[in-house]
């Protein structure tokens, strides 16, 4: 990700002293495995997984805690803090202190929504259809989280219909193997003759 991270560090800074990147795509799509090895490359950058930020009573309806608790704070350039979910317990937990480092990766379903875009300084979006997405999702959380599944779906798609993050992703990012191939996204704000592709093998990942 050597070409990405050194992208991301010429970045100006979007938020207060921060340069927000949000990493959105559908659920089950890879966004916090890549995002963890983004924030690896970045030199250990901190991530806000927005699976924290949300619950069951509001699975995109947290847009107002997430700015007053998070985005605001980072704006004035002081330490930001959160409770995050338990997803199991159905309760927030102790607050969580989120520093305002030189980058933040914001990652999740609905990160590139439009009330956070004036903050972010970058958009990447998982580049896999939902149905492929979906199926990788329900496999890897089993029989015991069907049911949870089986609403989201319908959730996630009305969030989207409403709040589409696709077209203004400023890069779309692909599996490949052991490896990514990030691409210009729908925002067109990379230059053509400036692609990010990455080959499989231990170069190509974080």
Same mark, same amino acid.
Not at 5 to 11: A, D, G, M, N
Not at 21 to 28: I, L, S
Not at 108 to 131: F, Q
Not at 160 to 177: K, Q
């Given at each position: 990700?050597?070409?990405?991270?050194?992208?991301?560090?010429?970045?100006?800074?979007?938020?207060?002293?921060?340069?927000?990147?949000?990493?959105?795509?559908? =659920?089950?799509?890879?966004?916090? +495995?890549?995002?963890?090895?983004?924030?690896?490359? *970045?030199?250990?950058?901190?991530?806000?997984?927005?699976?924290?930020?949300?619950?069951?009573?509001?699975?995109?309806? /947290?847009?107002? @805690?997430?700015?007053?608790?998070?985005?605001?704070?980072? #704006?004035? &350039?002081?330490?930001?803090?959160? =409770?995050?979910?338990?997803? @199991?317990?159905?309760?927030?937990?102790?607050? @969580?202190?989120?520093?305002?480092?030189?980058?933040?990766?914001?990652?999740?379903?609905?990160?590139?929504?439009?009330?956070?875009?004036?903050?972010?300084?970058?958009?990447? /979006?998982?580049? *896999?259809?939902?149905?492929?997405?979906?199926?990788? &999702?329900? =496999?890897?959380? &089993?029989?015991?989280? @069907?049911?949870?599944?089986?609403? /989201?779906? &319908?959730?996630?798609?009305?969030?989207?219909?409403?709040?589409?993050?696709?077209?203004?992703?400023?890069?779309?990012?692909?599996?490949?193997?052991?490896?990514?191939?990030?691409?210009?996204?729908? =925002?067109? +704000?990379?230059?053509?003759?400036?692609?990010?592709?990455?080959?499989? #093998?231990?170069?190509?990942?974080?």
């Amino acid at each position: 990700m050597h070409d990405l991270v050194s992208r991301i560090r010429r970045l100006g800074p979007s938020c207060g002293p921060v340069r927000l990147v949000g990493v959105d795509g559908h =659920a089950g799509s890879g966004k916090s +495995t890549f995002a963890g090895r983004l924030a690896d490359a *970045l030199d250990g950058a901190p991530v806000l997984r927005l699976d924290d930020v949300a619950s069951h009573e509001e699975l995109f309806g /947290w847009t107002a @805690r997430l700015l007053s608790q998070v985005v605001l704070p980072l #704006g004035r &350039g002081e330490q930001a803090s959160y =409770a995050p979910y338990d997803w @199991r317990a159905r309760d927030f937990g102790p607050p @969580r202190p989120l520093p305002p480092a030189p980058v933040v990766v914001v990652e999740g379903v609905g990160a590139g929504r439009r009330a956070l875009r004036p903050y972010l300084a970058l958009l990447l /979006w998982m580049e *896999l259809p939902a149905g492929a997405s979906w199926s990788r &999702g329900r =496999a890897r959380d &089993g029989e015991e989280q @069907r049911e949870f599944w089986d609403g /989201w779906v &319908g959730a996630e798609q009305r969030h989207f219909a409403d709040d589409p993050s696709r077209p203004f992703a400023d890069l779309l990012v692909r599996e490949r193997g052991k490896g990514y191939e990030v691409l210009p996204g729908p =925002a067109g +704000t990379v230059a053509p003759n400036a692609p990010l592709t990455h080959g499989d #093998g231990p170069s190509a990942v974080c």
